[in-house]
């Protein structure tokens, strides 16, 4: 069963994390899906996407414990990279990587009942790309997110510059499409020239985004059919056929 819908509204796609039942927790299939489907959007013609959860309790709980992801590989800029913009619709609980999810986005467009939380300092563990986070709202208050890990509201969010727009709980997801509609409209090269701007040259990668990204670009060569040729032909003691793929 897929763990996320995508449907696409003219040059917009809506990606939904359905799995309600489970507050829309990122399991390891959620990951992959998301990481795929995000590739094809950025080689597709579609010019902007949005990502939202399904229902208005949760955008996401965080990582499923009970079939743990490779969270970064739905991470923008790390399991996937992108110059479109992408803007995040978010309501209810947004947890620990889902946090780090959004944060990583062009926009967020909060619900009023949005709740960010990053609880991993209680929990023991971290995938450490949240320290992001610090480079993109005020310093001290990225580390009580972090290390004290108490939750934070949408007005408060949007006071700090995290979200950039508050709407009534349920609207989250039509303005967000409104907003991504104007954005569909406006000039690709324009946007994709800034969003790589300040991607590359303005806002600084922490140590776990770097990590993602290299892994991500070896794993490129590591699951390619060119080293499942390069090893047979190796085995058949013959020259090898590449294809580059």
């Known amino acids: 069963m897929a763990q996320i819908t995508i449907e696409h509204h003219g040059k917009v796609t809506l990606f939904t994390i359905n799995r309600p039942a489970r507050k829309n927790a990122i399991c390891k299939d959620t990951a992959l899906e998301l990481q795929a489907g995000f590739a094809e ?16 309790d949760a955008f996401s709980s965080g ?9 970064w590989r739905c991470i923008p800029g790390s399991g996937f990279t992108t110059d479109k913009p992408i803007i995040a619709a978010t309501a209810g609980w947004v947890v620990g990587g889902a946090m780090v999810l959004t944060m990583m986005c062009d926009l967020i ?22 320290a992001g986070l610090a480079a993109r709202i005020p ?36 303005v967000a499409m409104e ?17 790589r701007f300040v991607n590359q040259h303005v806002l600084p990668k922490s140590p776990a985004e770097a990590m993602s990204e290299t892994i991500r670009q070896l794993n490129v060569v590591r699951e390619s059919a060119d080293i499942k040729e390069g090893v047979a032909a190796f085995r058949e003691k013959r020259a090898p056929v590449y294809t580059g793929r």
């Open 41 to 56: 959007f950025d080689a597709s013609e579609q010019r902007v996407a949005v990502i939202t959860g399904a229902g208005n």
């Open 63 to 71: 990582a499923d414990v009970s079939n743990l992801p490779e969270l």
């Open 109 to 130: 467009v909060a619900a009023e009942n949005t709740k960010f939380s990053y609880p991993e300092a209680r929990l023991g563990f971290t995938g450490g790309m949240i």
């Open 139 to 174: 310093h001290k208050v990225a580390m009580d997110l972090i290390l004290l890990g108490r939750a934070m509201d949408a007005q408060r969010a949007h006071g700090i510059g995290l979200v950039s727009d508050v709407v009534p709980t349920g609207k989250q997801l039509e």
């Open 179 to 195: 907003q991504a509609q104007t954005l569909a409209a406006s000039a690709p090269l324009v946007l994709t020239t800034i969003k």
